[in-house]
C-alpha cells in the first residue's frame, strides 16, 4: 500500500516555507523523497534511514519519525525553482527491492 | 554524470499489440525496475529485477507483462496484448541498491 502524502497541492509565494507530509500504515525502513517537474523524471534528493533522522539539503530539509511510521519534508524560503511534484518513497520491511512512491503533493512556487 | 536512457520517447500502438519499451540502465547498477505514471497521477511500482530475475512485483504486473535483461545493458519491459488503460509514461530506474535511484526520461506509452 502506497504512502499518503499531504497535502495534495500548495501553492507558496517566494520566500515562504511548505511541509509536505507522508506517513504509511506499514512499518517504514527507510523514507525517500524525489521531485518530479513537470514532464520530466523524479530525481532523488535525499534518503532517511534511522528513525528520528534529520537531514538537509541546501533549503530542503526531512525528518522521518519511524514509530509514528511518518516522515516531514520541510521547504524553507521557497524558489521558484522548487516547483515540482514532490514524492515521498518507502520500501516496505523485510520487502526489499519493493520500493513504493507515496500519492505526490504538487508544489508551485510563485513569484 | 552517467543515467539511464529509454527508447523511444514515444510509442504509438493500437490496442492488441506488443509493445517493447527499452532502457539501458547505468553500467555498474544492479537493481533495475519499472514504474508507470497516468497522466497526473502518481509514480506507481511494477516490478523490480535483480540478479536476472525478478526481485518484486505488483499488482499491475499481471501475465501480459514480463521483464528482460536479454545482454549485458539492456533492460527490456514487454506488454504482450496492450489495453487502452496500459498509456502511461514508462519508467526506468536503476540502483546500486535501493538507497538511490536514478530515472530515465520515460517513455509516453499510448495505446489508441
Known amino acids: 500500500q502506497q504512502p499518503v502524502q499531504s497535502p495534495q497541492a500548495v501553492i507558496l509565494r517566494e520566500g515562504e516555507d511548505a511541509v509536505i507530509n507522508c506517513s504509511s500504515s506499514?512499518?517504514?525502513?527507510?523514507v525517500h523523497w524525489y521531485r518530479q517537474k513537470h514532464g520530466e523524471a523524479p530525481v532523488f534528493l535525499m534518503i532517511?534511514?534511522?528513525?528520528?533522522e534529520q537531514k538537509g539539503h541546501e533549503k530542503i530539509s526531512a525528518s522521518f519519525n519511524e514509530k509514528k511510521q511518518q516522515s516531514s519534508l520541510y521547504l524553507t524560503a521557497s524558489q521558484l525553482s522548487y516547483s515540482g511534484t514532490y514524492f515521498c518513497?518507502?520500501?516496505?520491511?523485510?520487502?526489499?527491492?519493493?520500493?513504493?512512491f507515496g500519492t505526490g503533493t504538487s508544489l508551485t512556487v510563485i513569484p | 554524470e552517467p543515467e539511464v536512457t529509454q527508447t523511444p520517447s514515444h510509442q504509438v500502438t493500437q490496442m492488441g499489440q506488443e509493445v517493447i519499451l527499452r532502457c539501458v540502465p547505468i553500467?555498474?547498477?544492479?537493481?533495475f525496475y519499472w514504474y508507470r505514471q497516468i497522466l497526473g497521477q502518481k509514480v506507481e511500482f511494477l516490478v523490480s529485477?535483480?540478479?536476472?530475475?525478478?526481485?518484486?512485483k505488483s499488482e499491475i504486473f499481471d501475465d501480459q507483462f514480463s521483464v528482460e535483461r536479454p545482454d549485458g545493458s539492456n533492460f527490456t519491459l514487454k506488454i504482450r496484448s496492450t489495453k487502452l488503460e496500459d498509456s502511461a509514461m514508462y519508467f526506468c530506474?536503476?540502483?546500486?541498491?535501493?538507497?538511490?535511484?536514478?530515472f530515465g526520461s520515460g517513455t509516453q506509452l499510448s495505446v489508441l
Open positions: 530506474a536503476s540502483g546500486t541498491g535501493i538507497e538511490k535511484l536514478f
Open positions: 506499514k512499518a517504514l525502513y527507510s
Open positions: 532517511l534511514l534511522k528513525g528520528g
Open positions: 518513497g518507502t520500501e516496505r520491511v523485510g520487502r526489499g527491492n519493493q520500493f513504493y
Open positions: 553500467s555498474n547498477h544492479l537493481y
Open positions: 529485477f535483480y540478479n536476472n530475475e525478478i526481485s518484486e
